[in-house]
């Protein structure tokens, strides 16, 4: 049996007696000014997994509203099975703590199902991880770049403007709930747009809202722990305070794994 890496201990959950979820915010996941979104997402996941406790039926489609950051300690998922038919489940859920809503989440579970198939995208051309570098944490406060080991690709080499490859430190095959951290994992592609231009600050981004659609299961049936998973993303409209950034998750051979969408705001003075 491998050893629990120290991404699963810190997005354990464990339910209550009420039928609640209890779970632990660790500062080992901060960007900054508080945990990240990403890490947020994934507990609110396990907590799903747990209420609907079906291996057979996996997340499909998986949104989180981000409505208060949460500090270090104990928070509370509250969860809510709003129907089950006979191969799909929608769940919802809130996350909070000190009775501060942090999070709102909705999901749709489901067993495999049959239908017309067809894949128009491959997975981009790249650099394989081991010829990229690796990237360095700008601030001791971004305590979540020594949980990961990321390697950017050029982003001439993707026609994006942000991502590269993506594993845990201490490895695992990714699960569900890593492929929802890794997907807001990165920096967005707006701060290298913001970096491009001296003289302005670079501005705080939180998320909003988190929209992920897993188009595998998972873990795929030759993962191995040591495996590197490309994440790309860009943004393309920045817009009244707000901008958007679409994200991709492939295996290294190829399997896209899972595609988001998440809504950012500006914190700090505007770029101009």
């Known amino acids: 049996m491998r050893p629990t890496t120290r991404?699963?201990?810190?997005t354990r959950v464990a339910q209550?007696?009420?039928?609640?979820?209890?779970?632990?915010?660790?500062?080992?996941?901060?960007?900054?000014?508080?945990?990240?979104?990403?890490y947020v997402a994934a507990i609110l996941l396990r907590a799903f997994s747990a209420a609907i406790d079906d291996p057979e039926r996996t997340p499909r489609s998986f949104t989180t509203h981000f409505t208060s950051a949460p500090t270090r300690g104990a928070v509370r998922i509250e969860t809510s099975i709003e129907r089950s038919g006979r191969s799909l489940t929608t769940v919802s859920g809130r996350m909070r703590q000190g009775g501060r809503l942090c999070a709102v989440g909705l999901a749709a579970f489901s067993r495999t199902r049959t239908g017309l198939e067809f894949q128009h995208r491959t997975r981009p051309?790249?650099?394989?991880?081991?010829?990229?570098?690796?990237?360095?944490?700008e601030s001791e406060a971004i305590t979540i770049r020594e949980?990961?080991?990321?390697?950017?690709?050029?982003?001439?080499?993707?026609?994006?403007?942000?991502?590269?490859?993506?594993?845990?430190?201490?490895?695992?095959?990714?699960?569900a709930a890593q492929v929802a951290a890794f997907l807001d994992a990165w920096p967005p592609p707006t701060l290298e747009r913001a970096r491009s231009r001296p003289g302005n600050p670079l501005p705080g981004l939180p998320t909003l809202e988190l929209t992920i659609h897993?188009?595998?299961?998972?873990?795929?049936?030759?993962?191995?722990p040591?495996?590197?998973?490309?994440?790309?993303?860009r943004s393309q409209t920045a817009r009244d305070g707000f901008v958007e950034e679409d994200g991709e998750i492939w295996s290294r051979d190829g399997v896209l794994i899972a595609q988001s969408r998440q809504l950012a705001?500006?914190?700090g003075p505007p770029s101009r």
């Open 16 to 38: 209550s007696s009420d039928g609640s979820f209890e779970a632990d915010i660790d500062p080992g996941w901060w960007i900054t000014r508080g945990p990240n979104g990403g």
């Open 125 to 137: 051309e790249v650099p394989a991880p081991e010829r990229c570098d690796r990237l360095i944490a």
């Open 147 to 175: 949980r990961y080991e990321q390697r950017p690709v050029p982003a001439a080499d993707t026609g994006l403007r942000a991502g590269g490859w993506i594993r845990l430190r201490d490895g695992a095959p990714a699960d």
């Open 265 to 267: 705001t500006f914190l």
């Open 7 to 10: 991404f699963e201990r810190d």
């Open 214 to 224: 897993f188009r595998s299961r998972l873990p795929l049936p030759d993962a191995r």
């Open 226 to 233: 040591e495996d590197f998973y490309l994440t790309l993303f």
